[in-house]
Nanobody, 124 residues
Framework: QVQLVESGGGLVQPGGSLRLSCAASGSIFSIYAMGWYRQAPGQQRDELVATIAFTSAGSTNYADSVKGRFTISKDNTKNTVYLQMNGLKPEDTAVYYC???????????????WGQGTQVTVSS
């Protein structure tokens, strides 16, 4: 089994910063990529925020709405992904979900796993 444990959400004023973390544990042979998605109130949980490949190059992908404000990074040795969020805006308020594409053996396919979600609220 694979578990994703998120941390770092909370309440912050506009213009403030937060750092989210997501650690994957369990039966992990390899990770293809990890990333963050968010679900704003009344919206579907399919808004991509940022992703990063678990390769040496670590290519990244960001939603246009967060480019220049958010930075995704990883620690391969800890199977952990981070999301540094600066210049937060009220429209960033959402539940942030960690996603990972993991396989548990060399003959397995990569499967999607999700964290439980962490609330980020940007408000004065």
């Amino acid at each position: 089994q694979v578990q994703l444990v998120e941390s770092g959400g909370g309440l912050v004023q506009p213009g403030g910063s937060l750092r989210l973390s997501c650690a994957a544990s369990g039966s992990i042979f390899s990770i293809y990529a990890m990333g963050w998605y968010r679900q704003a109130p009344g919206q579907q949980r399919d808004e991509l925020v940022a992703t990063i490949a678990f390769t040496s190059a670590g290519s990244t992908n960001y939603a246009d709405s967060v480019k220049g404000r958010f930075t995704i990074s990883k620690d391969n040795t800890k199977n952990t992904v981070y999301l540094q969020m600066n210049g937060l805006k009220p429209e960033d308020t959402a539940v942030y979900y960690c996603n990972a594409q993991i396989r548990y053996s060399s003959s397995d396919v990569f499967r999607d796993y999700w964290g439980q979600g962490t609330q980020v609220t940007v408000s004065s």
